[in-house]
């Protein structure tokens, strides 16, 4: 599907349509609603920030956009695809042409090098030249020097640096970025920050960021306030253009 897709009517359709989204799970004391109603639009190479305090939602409801977690009503519209009509296997496609995702924990593969961990979904997608395309996507982070680390032998910084490089090495539509720096001290995520920006920006990735961080948040496009599992405000933010790499 185009990157930029147009409807018939002529619009551009947004990468994120989600309307009257809920989200009930099951507990041991009965039912929980984690998400009561959630409406949002992001377009295409649009940048979003998720902000709210802990247990509003934010991450529930990126795990929806995701296709990890099943919504319990609503529609789901994510790249132009109906996500509630997906099958599991599907979803896992999906994802791997459409979407990266980078969390707060690094999720590397431990007795993997930093370049199979970014060649792995390369070759489960069919790219022949994945090793070469993982090794230029790891230079593109400043990594061109670590491909054989293990992630036991990077510091907390460069395992990011691999998780966004492996988030990006598929030229996503859509990433996803789950409190990307909370495990990395200041000036390091300062870093982080800049670099996905700066990728966001050179490849035309429309970004959904979730962050307790509110100069973080500021430095998307626009910021939406969840509390209690429904987006309660949205704040149109000035931005300076993006970093350069």
């Given at each position: 599907m185009p990157r930029n897709s147009v409807s018939t009517t002529g619009a551009v359709q947004p990468v994120i349509d989600?309307?009257?989204?809920?989200?009930?799970?099951?507990?041991?004391?009965?039912?929980?609603?984690?998400?009561?109603?959630?409406?949002?639009?992001?377009?295409?190479?649009?940048?979003?920030?998720?902000v709210g305090p802990s247990g509003s939602g934010k991450t529930s409801m990126?795990?929806?956009?995701?296709?990890?977690?099943?919504?319990?009503?609503?529609?789901?519209?994510?790249?132009?695809?109906?996500?509630?009509?997906?099958?599991?296997?599907?979803?896992?496609?999906?994802?791997?042409?459409?979407?990266?995702?980078?969390?707060?924990?690094?999720?590397?593969?431990?007795?993997?090098?930093?370049?199979?961990?970014?060649?792995?979904?390369?070759?489960?997608?069919?790219?022949?030249?994945?090793?070469?395309?993982?090794?230029?996507?790891?230079?593109a982070v400043g990594l061109g020097h670590r491909l054989g680390h293990y992630p036991g032998q990077l510091s907390g910084g460069e395992q990011q640096r691999v998780a966004l490089a492996r988030a990006f090495g598929i030229r996503p539509r859509l990433l996803l970025a789950d409190e990307p720096t909370g495990n990395l001290d200041g000036k390091t995520g300062q870093q982080i920050i800049d670099l996905m920006f700066g990728l966001t920006a050179e490849h035309d990735t429309t970004l959904l960021l979730i962050t307790h961080d509110p100069a973080l948040a500021e430095r998307c496009g626009r910021s939406v306030h969840m509390a209690d599992g429904q987006l309660v405000d949205s704040v149109e933010n000035p931005v300076e253009p993006a970093a350069a790499l």
């Open positions: 989600i309307n009257d989204v809920t989200l009930t799970l099951g507990a041991s004391s009965g039912e929980v609603n984690i998400l009561r109603g959630i409406s949002l639009q992001v377009n295409p190479g649009e940048a979003v920030s998720v990126l795990m929806v956009i995701a296709g990890l977690e099943a919504a319990s009503g609503g529609r789901v519209n994510v790249c132009g695809e109906d996500l509630r009509r997906m099958s599991e296997d599907k979803l896992a496609l999906f994802r791997r042409d459409n979407v990266g995702i980078v969390f707060q924990g690094f999720h590397l593969i431990p007795t993997m090098t930093a370049l199979e961990n970014v060649a792995i979904p390369l070759e489960l997608s069919g790219r022949r030249n994945a090793f070469e395309a993982a090794a230029a996507s790891l230079e």
